[in-house]
Each structure stands twice: as C-alpha cells, then as structure tokens.
C-alpha cells in the first residue's frame, strides 16, 4: 500500500502481487475497504461512513462497490480463490498489443544498480543535457550532410547489424525504465517482447512506480527510456560529426541517429501507449486516463443522442476538461491509425490477389472495430476490463440508484439489435470482397500530357520582375501571366522625350532668324571697334613721326603697330558676326535638325512598344 496526495485530493494505492494489479482507491473508499473485516455487517458500515464524512451512501452503492472488490480479488473467501483471466501464461493481451513476457530481471537489476549510481546523479542529468543540446545543434547544422549521408544505409549487408544496433538500444532504454525504478526501491518482474498494431517492440514493466509516493520519482521512471536513449544519441550524432565516413563508428553513428532519432520522437507521443502517455498521465495525476477519456467521450455521445438510460458519474470540472481534449484527439487519432493500417493491408491483399486471408482479416477488422466502438461507448466489457498494460481500477462510490430493470432491458436490446447489424454487415462485406465482381487495377507510371500546348514567349528582352500564376493556375486567354521590369526602359524613353524638346527648340530659333536686339548689339560693336581703330592709327601716326626724330624707341614703335594690327582683326571679326546675323538661315541647318528630330521619334516609338510589351 502507497497512501499519496494530490493538489486535490489524497488516495491509496494497493498492489496485488498475486495477481500483479493495482488499485487506487479514494479517502472514502479506502475506508470502506478498512471497515471490512468479516464481522460488521454492511448496515453497520454504511452508518459509519455517512457519520464520518457526513454524505448519504445508499446500501445499494455500498453494495455494488464490495462487489466491485470482489470481482477484483480483493475480498477473502471462495469467490476470491478463482484464478484470474488472462494471468496464466507468459502471452497476454490481443493481437493488436501482443505482450509476451521473457524473464524476471530483479535479480539482473539489482546488481547493477549498485554499479550504475554515477547515472542517478545530478552531474550526470547536467551532462547529458548539454549533450543533448550539443547534439542538437550538430543535427540541425549538418542536416545536409546527414541527408546526403543517410543512401549509405540502404545496404542488405548491413541488415544483421542494424537488427542488433537497434536491439542494443531497446535494450539500453527498457533498462533506464527499470534501473530507475528499481533505484528509488520499486520492483521490477517483468521484461519482455510485445507487438503494437503489428510492430516488434520491447516492454519493462514498472507498474511500481504507482507506489512511489513523489510524483516526480514517478516522472522520472517515464522519462528516464527515452531520455537516456535520447543521451545515447547526442553521443552517436557527435561520433558521426567528428569521425572518418569511411570507418566502422561513424557507419554504426548514422544507424543509431536514424532509428534512435525517430523512435524517440514517436514514443514522446502521448496518443499511443508508450512512454509520452505514462508520462501525461502521471503529470496530470489521473491514472488510466486513455480509458477514462474513452469512457467519457462515450458517455458524452449518447447523452448527446439520448441513448443513454444511466445517470453520469459526476467530475470535476478539471478532469471533464481533461477528458474532452485528450478523449476527443485519441479518439480520432486511434481510429485514424486503426483505419489506415486497416486500408493500407487490405489494399496490400487485394493487389496481391489474396480473398481467403482478406476475408479472415476483414472478419478480425470488423470485430476489432466493434470493440473499439462498445470500449468508447461503455460497454459492460470496458467497466471491467481496464484498457492500460497494468490496469490500475478504483472504485467509485455510486451516489445515484442503479437503473430501472426496464430501462436496462432496452439498453441491451439496442445493443444486441447493433451487434446484429454489424456482424451482418461485416458478412456482407466479407461475401462481396470473396464472390463479387472486381476491377482489375494495373499500375505503373504514366504520363498525361494535354491535347492543345501553347508556349509563351516574351516579344522583348528583359527581367522578370513579378510572376502572376503559380504552377497549376487556370489562366484564360489575354490574362497576364508575368510582368517585365521598365525602369531602364523608361528612364531611356524620358530622355529621347528631352532630346526631342531640345531639337524643336533649335529648329524654331533657326526658322524664327536673329532678333532686333542681336542686330543691334552685332552694329554696336563694330562701330566701337571702328572708333578704337581711329585712336588707335592716329597714335602709330604720331609714335612712326617721333620714331623718326629718334624720340621714340623701336619697342615702343612697334607694340604701337601691334596694336593697330589686333585692333584691325577685331573689327573684322565683329563685321562678319554682323554679317552672318543679317543674313537668313541656310536650308542644310534646317534640314540637319529636322532629320535629328525624326530619329529621336523613332526611338521614342520603340521604348513606348518595349514598355507595353513588358506585361507577358
């Protein structure tokens, strides 16, 4: 016995060894059990009990609950001494979670729990974190390399080594469940092989974390598999990271990172029976929560459909929150998964042309479906039988009377009547799949290619600047599908468009001539310049006399006449500016822009066609 307590409540959990059950009963019931002694009379017992917590308890809850206790093999007497179903023998279970037990490893365990203490340790949860995170990070930034990495195990040569890698790491990682059980002073009896929806796997089964009153020692146990096979890969993605690919551990490396990898992530699954699961229900403290979370999904369906005839337990609103979210997502997933593997090995028979092993498989398909079914809708089967690997009942005390005799009548036909119907069905469908007619199914790849292809083509060179159609897209006729970018296009057609301007501005000044101001500016200075040549001649006159006299020096003379000669050049470079201004505009200037002008309106016209052709 393990009394514990919970945020909410406390409770005692009691272990059979006989029978290698467990149960968890509440204050109430644990006291009820207590009062049993063989002696007090169950009047006697419900008096007590409604003295003691002050509630009404009805001798006919009282008395379903001791039957409750005795169908368990938890009352003395001759009832008691009946063998319990489903012990006798190594093989348990169905063959959708086959468990076949190999041996008793307490003895296995308890000599190396002695010798493994360092993995208990604080230290070594520390280091395989940071392992694990090292490992990780090398993952995520060689995940390339990995994938190019991982061809090299499709090899049948190394079929025999990747069996036994994978049996060393099952093996590491049952045995982390056990020692760590096994550490914190719980049993362990039991390793062995199972089959979950035609799968190999291993089990431990350490039922006795349930009597571990910490509910992190509880966790611990759950989690303590995959974490440590989790440690075990971080070690292997590193030894792949730093080693040779040519070498034997870098090989073995890549095998343990591809299987352990996977495995892990599908066991941290909480919707499957496997270490995800334990670990969600021993978090939230609510044992069996996949058969609760059935049962009041189940419940909650014919309440909705007004098929149900029996008054619901009553729950607190957390655990009806619970039961919801976790009962309405497995509930789908387990049919899902049911319904594809269903789908994927019946498609495997048919192709294979195999009716005899498909009708017994449909047959097998058709019942499990229907105990999935009167399992989620509460049939008189799942009250009793528990639905985890080490059931884990308790007793609940009935607060309402039990059913009319009438109303039970009609509950039973319903579900006779739906037994009927299914098997017939499941008949049916079996005869036709045999006897009836099937299409004949070829496969092999093919190619669909359309009647009408159009290509298109851009009219212009250019970039692709934005794609209006994904692959796939309906598109119809003039839709544009693709966009060409203008921006060079468009700055060239701006600056013929300036280009242009300019040239019809040269061309009106050339046909308009010069103004009366450009005249009149073009006399004024060749008058002036006519002035400065008189000066100027009268001085080289007077110096050419003083020269003469020898009262002048031959320097001074000649900067004289220099003067003159410039001031001569002047004034007929000032006439002809005179001229050119009075006289009219040539026919070759006017011609010469009108021919500039043109070109620029062709290549004006050619970017104007560039920019419209750019939407494709």
Known sequence: MSRQQTNDDSFCVVKDPRSGKYFRFQEVEQFICEQLDGETSPEVIRHTVETKFDAALSIE????FIHSLQGSGLIEGVASQKPLPGLKGRLKGNLLYLRFMLFDPSTLFDHLVRRTAFFFSHAFVVFSFLC????????VSNWTEFAQDLPRLYDFAAVPMFIGTNLLMITMHEFGHGLTLRNFGGEVHEIGFMMIYFQPAFYCNVSDAWLLQEKSKRLWVSFAGPYFELFLWSLATLAWRITETETWLNYLGLMVMTTSGVKTLANFNPLIKLDGYYLLSDFLDIPNLRGKSFRYIGDLTKRLTGSSMKSPRKLTG???????IYGGIATVFSFFLFGYGTMQLGGFLIE????IPLAVFAGFAGLRFRDRLARLFGSSKSKTKNSDTTPLPSGQISEQPPSAPTGGKKIVTKKRITRYIVGLAGLLIAAFLIFGWMELIVQGPFVILPVHNADVHTEVEGIIEEIRFREGDLVQAGDVIAHLTEHENRTELEKTEAQINEAHARLKMLQTGATQQEIDLARTNVATLKERLKFIQGRL????????????????????????????????????????????????QLDEVNAQIARLEIQKQLLQEKLQHANV
């Open 132 to 139: 694990i995170l090292i490992g990780i990070w090398t993952m």
């Open 61 to 64: 809850a009282l008395n379903e």
């Open 352 to 355: 294979n042309n195999q009716p």
């Open 318 to 324: 957390r655990e009806q929150f619970i039961y919801l």
């Open 541 to 588: 006159e007077r110096n050419r006399l003083l020269f003469e006299r020898d009262l002048l020096t031959r320097i001074e003379y000649e900067n004289s006449q220099e003067l003159g000669i410039d001031a001569t050049g002047q004034l007929a470079e000032a006439q002809k500016r005179l001229d050119l201004v009075l006289r009219r505009t040539r026919p070759e």
